[in-house]
């Protein structure tokens, strides 16, 4: 409400500037909405690619509805006088300021809009491609032990089964019109509309995939009191059949339904009875996704890893289900 009464007293305002100059009003009077419009759209735009918050959103289209009025008062109050007669006495306007100085705000205008378009999308990882084909994103390998062994290059086999892999799990996650390619002899872009997902949830892709339920040592954690991989490997992605999203009927939470081999469910029974009382940690790539702490001998081949959130339980169940990556990508500026 405040919105439109301010943008009604600024529609009332640059009318009565332009008649004072002489000019016929309607012209301003269409102006005014106009840049108020497209300059709040413009800034929810900038907002929601910033924050990803409505909330913020909404005060970066207000701040920006704000300058394109500002901008209309501008005009308004400085275009060229066309006749003097509509002004009454005492109320002749100052001498018309130079021809040079609206250009000029309108190129300054221009270019901060389309400065502000260039460092947001390259302060999240991006460039300008984006805008036509959603993101774009640069992935390495992850270790320089492999960058070395192999001699700094992604061979045309592994590019092959990076191709694919990546596909599959963008496919599975929604991602349409997917285009990757090899740049260089350590770099894969990858480009999608990117629709549904936001950029770390895409950057997750280049996980090598590989799932493992490890004995843990309380004594190992990380910096987020996690438990640290032991090497103690009681399942792995052979013993793994498939993994489905799932939500729990009494909470709405989404959990990852992991169904057993028939020989990974005879390991997780033996396991489960020889490390009654302990926590068993749940690993995909080294990190942890999930300990269980079991009590006795489970003889199930249905495991359930709860604590997912809606975004990044369908990227772990497809990053279980598809085919591994010969190496870990991690994304790259």
């Known amino acids: 409400m405040l919105e439109i009464i301010a943008l009604l007293f600024l529609v009332k305002k640059n009318s009565f500037n332009a008649v004072q100059r002489g000019r016929k009003p309607l012209g301003f009077i269409l102006l005014t909405p106009t840049l108020w419009i497209l300059m709040e759209l413009y800034g929810a735009f900038v907002g929601a690619l910033l924050t990803a918050n409505w909330l913020m959103s909404y005060v970066f289209a207000i701040v920006f509805a704000v300058m394109g009025g500002l901008a209309s008062y501008y005009f308004a109050k400085t275009c060229k006088i066309k006749s003097a007669e509509p002004f009454e006495q005492g109320t002749q306007p100052s001498a018309q300021k130079k021809g040079f100085i609206r250009p000029l705000i ?9 400065g502000s378009l260039v460092f947001l999308f390259q302060s999240r ?31 045309k086999e592994d590019f092959k089964i990076i191709k694919r892999v990546l596909t599959q799990r963008l496919e599975a996650n929604r991602e349409r019109n997917i285009r990757i390619s090899l740049v260089d002899e350590n770099t894969v872009k990858v480009r999608t509309e990117s629709r549904y997902n936001n950029l770390e949830t895409l950057k997750s892709m280049g996980r090598e995939g590989i799932i493992t339920f490890q004995e843990v040592d309380a004594s190992k954690r990380d910096q987020a009191n996690d438990y640290l991989p032991t090497g103690k490997v009681l399942l792995g992605t ?37 490390l009654a009382g302990q926590d068993i940690g749940v690993f995909l790539d080294d990190q942890l996704i999930f300990a269980p702490r079991v009590e006795q001998r489970i003889e199930t081949s249905e495991l359930v890893i709860s604590a997912c959130d809606e975004a990044t339980a369908p990227v772990l169940a497809n990053t279980i289900n598809s085919e591994k990556l010969p190496f870990e990508l991690i994304p790259i500026e």
């Open 238 to 274: 052979e013993d793994v059949k498939k993994a489905v999203v799932q939500k729990d009927k009494n909470t709405g939470q989404s959990n990852v339904l992991i169904y057993l081999t028939e020989e990974g469910t005879q390991k997780f029974a033996d396991a489960s009875e020889r």
């Open 125 to 155: 990882g991006e460039n300008l491609e984006s805008l036509a084909t959603g993101r774009t994103i640069r992935y390495t390998p992850v270790t320089l032990e492999f960058q070395q062994a192999s001699g700094d290059l992604i061979s």
């Open 106 to 114: 309108v190129c300054a205008v221009v270019l901060v809009m389309a």
